[in-house]
């Protein structure tokens, strides 16, 4: 009993610990809650990158096929908010089919093909990205055809947004089936749909590295090939720099080289995925 005086002078002083610890953290919840919601509207506050391409791929619906786009370009831009803590926003970045310079402070920065660039552009700065455009087209191994021109009269598959589409048609004379992603096409041309089909070289080498596509690698290629490259303002230091190390980053890394293995064998599994009736024989 003579212990008990000091047992309960211990749990009150056990208790005015607690409450004293309760009492902080209610002084504190609504400091925290002041600063979390001011770095939230820093966030909300802070505008998307927006960055120019041939193509805006469109967004995901979902109950449909995963599919890889035709080109690199989202992938590159991703890379490139991803550096910058941004919000991506791609942009159509195509006027009168050339690529638009940055006429206004929007976008801060445009992907696009060499032959895209004006001379006549000033105050722009051009920093390649690495990664190298040009069609090729492939077809099965007993294809009778052996040139572009060729390929007059006969149908050719590509996938919409593909830097070639009306390429074939108006300068070969082909018959232009556009399908949904590279994944489709290839898949018709497996199947016999088509007789060859159109897509990205760089993409395509990658994917004929494949044994499932060995018999698939008749190909067409042509001599000039045109570097992809980033365009921002010479202004825009920060950008510039951005750019400039990223692109250095990948160089270094061999990152588009493994991008476009990635890429490929993506695109090949979403075909075999598809593919429930035989190769055309």
């Not at 009492?23 to 609504?30: D, K, T």
């Not at 976008?107 to 722009?124: F, I």
């Not at 950008?239 to 990635?262: G, P």
Request: a neutral charge; hydrophobic letters at 45%; proline letters at 5%.
């Amino acid at each position: 009993m003579n212990n008990l005086p000091a047992a309960m002078s211990s749990i009150f002083s056990a208790a005015r610990l607690i409450l004293s610890a309760l009492a902080i953290s209610l002084v504190a919840m609504p400091m925290l809650s002041q600063a979390g919601n001011g770095t939230a509207e820093q966030g909300a506050a802070a505008d998307p990158l927006q960055v120019g391409m041939h193509y805006v791929v469109p967004p995901f619906v979902g109950g449909t096929k995963v599919r890889t786009p035709e080109a690199i370009d989202t992938a590159l831009a991703q890379a490139l908010a991803d550096k910058l803590a941004l919000a991506l926003q791609a942009v159509p970045a195509q006027a009168g089919g050339k690529d638009v310079l940055l006429s206004t402070d929007k976008p801060r920065a445009v992907l696009a093909s060499a032959s895209g660039v004006q001379s006549t552009e000033q105050a722009r700065v051009v920093i390649p990205t690495g990664y190298v455009l040009a069609p090729m087209a492939i077809m099965r191994t007993d294809t009778d055809i052996k040139s572009w021109e060729q390929l007059q009269g006969r149908t050719v598959c590509l996938s919409e947004g593909g830097r070639y589409v009306g390429t074939m048609a108006s300068r070969y004379g082909a018959k232009e089936m556009i399908y949904r992603a590279p994944a489709d096409a290839l898949l018709a041309l497996r199947i016999g749909e088509c007789d060859a089909a159109v897509h990205d070289e760089t993409m395509l080498k990658s994917l004929l590295k494949l044994p499932e596509w060995k018999k698939f690698s008749a190909k067409l290629t042509v001599k000039d090939k045109e570097p992809l490259v980033f365009l921002a303002a010479a202004n825009d230091q920060p950008m510039v720099s951005a750019l400039k190390q990223l692109t250095h980053q990948w160089k270094s890394s061999k990152h588009l080289a493994a991008l476009t293995k990635t890429r490929a064998n993506d695109i090949a599994f979403e075909v075999y995925l598809d593919q429930v009736v035989a190769d055309c024989h």
